[in-house]
C-alpha cells in the first residue's frame, strides 16, 4: 500500500517525490540529517533532476530546508508548526465533513469501514509507511465526499506538511489502539448520518494526535 497508485505510470519525479516521503515518514531520513543529492540519486537509480524537483516540492512543505552553505537537511519537527497546521485542518474539516455526511450513501459508508480495517491490519504489521497511507486513504474518502475539490485539494496540502509528525503518532503501539477506537467512534456517527457528532469525533481524534505528538517532541526530541 506504500506505492501511489496512478492512472498512468508515474514520472521520475512523482516516483522520487513518493520513496522521499516513506524515508522521511519511516525516519529513515531523520530531523536534521544532510541531504546528499548524488548519493540519493544514486540510490534511487535517477538523474539529480527530479531529486532536486522532488527536493523542491518537500521544501515548500517545510520537511526540508535549504541553505547556501549546507544544502538541503531535513527540517527538525516543532511543535508550533503542528499546532498551526493542525489549527487550520480542524477548520477545513469540520466544513468537510459537514457537508460530506448527509451525501455519504450504503456503498461509500462500506468502502471508509474497509479503510478503517485497512488501518488497523497495518498497524498490527508495524509498519509505519503503511498505517499512516491507510489513514489518509479513509479520512480522505470522508472529506473528498464533500465533492468540494479546492477545500479537498488545501486538506492535502496541510496532511502533506504534517505526515512526519503522524508517524511519531503511530511509532506508539497504545496510539495505534486508540486511532482504531477513534475511527469506530467516527464510524458510528457517520452510520447514523449524524454530522454533528462525526465533527466531534473528528476534533477528538486530531486533539489527541496533537497532545500526543507535543508531548513527545518536548520530552524526546527528535535528533538524527
Known amino acids: 500500500m ?9 514520472t521520475a519525479q512523482e516516483a522520487v517525490l513518493a520513496e522521499m516521503r516513506r524515508l522521511l515518514v519511516t525516519g529513515e531520513l531523520a530531523p536534521g540529517t544532510p541531504i546528499r543529492q548524488e548519493a540519493l540519486a544514486d540510490r534511487l537509480g535517477v538523474s539529480r533532476v527530479p531529486v532536486r524537483e522532488a527536493l523542491k516540492v518537500l521544501e515548500g512543505e517545510g520537511h526540508v530546508e535549504y541553505s547556501a552553505h549546507r544544502g538541503y537537511v531535513v527540517a527538525e519537527l516543532s511543535v508550533e508548526d503542528l499546532v498551526e497546521v493542525y489549527r487550520l485542518r480542524e477548520l477545513l474539516e469540520a466544513e468537510a465533513i459537514r457537508v460530506a455526511v448527509p451525501k455519504l450513501r450504503a ?63 503511530f511509532a506508539l503501539p497504545t496510539n495505534l489502539q486508540r486511532v482504531n477506537d477513534e475511527h469506530d467512534e467516527l464510524m458510528a456517527a457517520l452510520q447514523a448520518g449524524d454530522a454533528k457528532a462525526a465533527i466531534a469525533a473528528q476534533a477528538a481524534h486530531r486533539a489527541h494526535s496533537v497532545e500526543a505528538v507535543s508531548n513527545a517532541l518536548t520530552t524526546q526530541p527528535l535528533v538524527g
Open 2 to 10: 506504500t506505492a501511489a497508485i496512478f492512472s498512468k505510470p508515474p
Open 107 to 169: 456503498a461509500d459508508l462500506i468502502t471508509l469501514e474497509q479503510a478503517a480495517a485497512e488501518v488497523t491490519a497495518a498497524g498490527k504489521r508495524a509498519d509505519l509507511a503503511d498505517v499512516t497511507a491507510a489513514n489518509r486513504m479513509f479520512h480522505f474518502l470522508l472529506f473528498d465526499a464533500a465533492g468540494l475539490p479546492r477545500l479537498s485539494r488545501t486538506l492535502r496540502q496541510l496532511w502533506d506538511a504534517t505526515d512526519v509528525y503522524r508517524s511519531v503518532y
